[in-house]
């Protein structure tokens, strides 16, 4: 599909405004770095010391820690980037990123926003809408309605023509909010009264819809990058299936259970979707996927997101510097056919959280922090020593991006990893994340969306991990030395070398073997 009423020359961008926080900001700022673009940072009290402020070339604060009175006011944002003289906003994830009136307002005071239009937001975020556009485009959905429901005893006979079980879901939803299962006809009526009322009150609009159950699936989103010419190409598949209360753990590329066949039908779909939606940029189209490999779109994601450095670290492609390019109005630098995956990759999303303590957050003040390191390592975050993560904001202190060749590779690095890091003052989910790892069902790659509920009881469980390992390790090797210090006639010659610190060292070895 051409475009050409949009096609115009590339006009350069010499200075970005980064609406967010946190390590996607940074992110962000980095690439703007290696192109020769120049930052503004903006931020409320809390965030006065934080990275981002000090990474970019300039920084102006906007507000107090709430997000509502700072990262969320788009008249406050807008003021700064006339006054910085910023061409562009990035919005990067969250906040303001899938907000149509903050993209109409960038195009009302001239400034680019670094995303799809208004209208492509728009029509995306309201679900009854998206769907009726992917059916057009011949992208498959869940068997359902695409007409919202106005009375409850129709509903009553359309779920009867689906067949039980089907989802209600809000159309101004998505990640979970406004959903509800449901099994028997008896709560056909009150599940519709309850998904209503908590879409009226979380969105100011209570349009539902409905969906087939799929049992058991996976979740699986394609990576879309569309220019202002019409063309779009996918970057492959993310499996994000490991999620808990719809917050994602671990993503990783490829997925375990795709197969080129299926694959290539995917993403043909997800560009065709890509194409129904007019868009522009960089974007992701979920799929859910039955065990027997149907798909079904689900919705389209009109933003960067959280775990796009697995698709960069596979295919080889700055997503973030397609985007600046794409939103100078150059065209894709490449074909699909130019794409090509290459090894595997996983994430690791770190949160500052006790997840002993029903995954309570946990934000204070960081006393250390050591990050790993070596080769297939990326970890993109934005804390520091002295630090105090804020409690205003998302607990995510940083992610840790992994490649192999292979999966087991990969896992067995991620291990690596997760042993290297090091974070104190603050609980973090890395011990969880290890316990992960060892999960025979995360191991063996035959997981869906069930997986954390289905392994509640080992995940956690204080069964040794790698992380207590070490700990009863140096625990045991002090105990030791101090034995020695006592009989230090005795100290056999070559430990001697070690000197007064040898007991970690020797406890840090024991800690790397296995239990
Ligand atoms: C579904 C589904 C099963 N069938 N829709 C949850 C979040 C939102 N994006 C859509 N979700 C689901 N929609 C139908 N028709 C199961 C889920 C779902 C889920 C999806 C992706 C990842 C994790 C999930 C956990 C529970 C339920």
């Known amino acids: 599909m051409i475009n050409m009423g949009k096609a115009k020359s590339p006009v350069r961008i010499k200075k970005i405004l980064i609406a967010n926080r946190g390590e996607i900001a940074v992110r962000i700022m980095r690439t703007c770095r290696e192109m020769g673009i120049e930052t503004v940072a903006v931020y409320s009290d809390a965030d006065r010391s934080s990275l981002h402020v000090r990474y970019a070339t300039e920084a102006y604060h906007i507000g107090p820690s709430a997000s509502?009175?700072?990262?969320?006011?788009?008249?406050?944002?807008?003021?700064?980037?006339?006054i910085s003289g910023a061409d562009a906003i990035h919005p990067g994830y969250g906040f303001l990123s899938e907000n149509a009136q903050f993209a109409i307002k960038c195009r009302e005071a001239g400034v680019k926003f670094i995303g799809p239009s208004a209208e492509s937001i728009e029509a995306m975020g309201d679900k009854i809408s998206a769907r009726k556009r992917m059916i057009a485009a011949g992208v498959p959905v869940v068997?359902?309605?695409?007409?919202?429901?106005?009375?409850?005893?129709?509903?009553?006979?359309?779920?009867?023509?689906?067949?039980?079980p089907v989802m209600i879901k809000a159309s101004a939803g998505g990640g979970g909010k406004g959903m509800r299962l449901v099994r028997q006809e008896a709560d056909i009526k009150s599940s519709i009264r309850s998904a209503k009322s908590e879409a009226r009150t979380a969105f100011g609009d209570d349009s539902l819809y409905i969906e087939k159950y799929i049992e058991s699936p996976h979740h699986i989103e394609f990576q879309v990058l569309a220019d202002q010419f019409g063309d779009a190409v996918h970057l492959f598949e993310r499996e994000c299936s490991v999620q808990r209360r719809h917050q994602k753990v671990i993503e990783e590329t490829p997925s375990p259970i795709m197969t080129p066949e299926v694959r290539e039908k995917m993403g043909a779909c997800a560009v065709a979707a890509t194409k129904?939606?007019?868009?522009?940029?960089?974007?992701?189209?979920?799929?859910?996927?039955?065990?027997?490999?149907?798909?079904?779109?689900?919705?389209?994601?009109?933003?960067?997101?959280?775990?796009?450095?697995?698709?960069?670290?596979?295919?080889?492609?700055?997503?973030?510097?397609?985007?600046?390019?794409?939103?100078?109005?150059?065209?894709?630098p490449f074909k699909q056919k130019d794409l090509k995956m290459n090894g595997h990759s996983m994430e690791c999303r770190i949160y500052a959280e006790d997840t002993d303590n029903n995954f309570m957050p946990n934000p204070g003040k960081i006393t250390h922090i050591t990050e790993p390191m070596g080769l297939g390592v990326r970890c993109d975050g934005y804390i520091h020593e002295g630090y105090t993560?804020?409690?205003?904001?998302?607990?995510?202190?940083?992610?840790?991006?992994?490649?192999?060749?292979?999966?087991?590779e990969v896992i067995e690095r991620m291990r690596r990893a997760l042993f290297e890091y090091k974070i104190s003052g603050v609980k973090t989910s890395i011990k969880y994340l290890v316990k992960i790892m060892e999960t025979p069902d995360f191991r063996n790659g035959t997981y869906n969306t069930h997986f954390i509920e289905k392994n509640e009881e080992f995940l956690n469980s204080k069964i040794k991990c790698d992380k207590h390992c070490e700990d009863i390790a140096m625990?045991?090797?002090?105990?030791?030395?101090?034995?020695?210090?006592?009989?230090?006639?005795?100290?056999?010659?070559?430990e001697r070398t070690l000197g007064v610190k040898g007991w970690k060292h020797r406890g840090r070895r024991a800690g790397m073997q296995r239990l």
């Open 276 to 332: 129904a939606a007019n868009y522009e940029g960089a974007g992701t189209i979920e799929f859910i996927v039955d065990d027997n490999l149907n798909f079904y779109f689900l919705e389209m994601n009109t933003r960067l997101q959280v775990e796009h450095p697995i698709t960069e670290r596979v295919v080889g492609v700055d997503l973030v510097r397609e985007q600046i390019r794409v939103a100078e109005g150059f065209p894709l």
């Open 475 to 494: 625990i045991a090797a002090f105990v030791e030395h101090a034995g020695r210090l006592q009989k230090s006639k005795l100290v056999i010659p070559h």
């Open 68 to 82: 509502s009175e700072s990262y969320l006011r788009i008249d406050k944002i807008l003021d700064v980037a006339r």
């Open 143 to 164: 068997p359902g309605t695409t007409e919202k429901i106005v009375d409850e005893e129709e509903a009553v006979r359309i779920i009867r023509g689906i067949g039980l």
């Open 389 to 408: 993560i804020p409690i205003y904001y998302d607990p995510m202190i940083s992610k840790l991006i992994i490649w192999g060749r292979t999966r087991e």
